[in-house]
C-alpha cells in the first residue's frame, strides 16, 4: 500500500479543512486507515481510524465531534474532515495503514508523506 496525504494549509481558527490521504494497491480495500499528527517538538499522536468498510470509526477525545474519518474504497481514499479547528491542531498530519486487521487499525504498517495544517489565531 503506498499513501499520499494532501489538503493540507493555512485556515483561520473556527474554520474547515478536508484532507485526503490517496491509496494504492489492492490491499488498500482491506486496510483500516488512521490518520495521525505531529506538532513542532511534540510526539506523533492517533487522530482517528478508520476500520476497512467504513462502518466502524473510532477518534482521540480531543477531535471527537470536530473531525470525522470517511472512506471511499472506489476512489482509493480515505478523508479527515476538519471543523472548528483551532490552533492546537495546527500539525504535520499524516495518514497510515494497517494491512493486517478488518477492525480499526492498531499496529500501522504502511506510512505516508504528511500535510502540513497550519490553524491561525
Known amino acids: 500500500v503506498q499513501l499520499q496525504a494532501s489538503g493540507g494549509g493555512l485556515v483561520q481558527a473556527g474554520g474547515s479543512l478536508r484532507l485526503s490521504c490517496a491509496a494504492s494497491?489492492?490491499?488498500?480495500?482491506?486496510?483500516?486507515i488512521g490518520w495521525f499528527r505531529q506538532a513542532p517538538g511534540k510526539e506523533r499522536e492517533f487522530i482517528a481510524t478508520?476500520?476497512?468498510?467504513?462502518?466502524?470509526?473510532y477518534y482521540q477525545a480531543s477531535v471527537k465531534g470536530r473531525f470525522t474519518i470517511s472512506r471511499d474504497n472506489a476512489k482509493g481514499t480515505v478523508y479527515l474532515q476538519m471543523n472548528a479547528l483551532k490552533p492546537e491542531d495546527t500539525a504535520v498530519y499524516y495518514c497510515?495503514?494497517?494491512?493486517?486487521?478488518?477492525?480499526?487499525?492498531?499496529?500501522?504498517?504502511?506510512w505516508g508523506q504528511g500535510t502540513q495544517v497550519t490553524v491561525s489565531s
Open positions: 494497491g489492492r490491499t488498500f480495500r482491506s486496510a483500516a
Open positions: 497510515a495503514a494497517d494491512s493486517r486487521t478488518y477492525g480499526l487499525g492498531r499496529n500501522y504498517d504502511y
Open positions: 478508520i476500520n476497512w468498510s467504513g462502518d466502524s470509526t
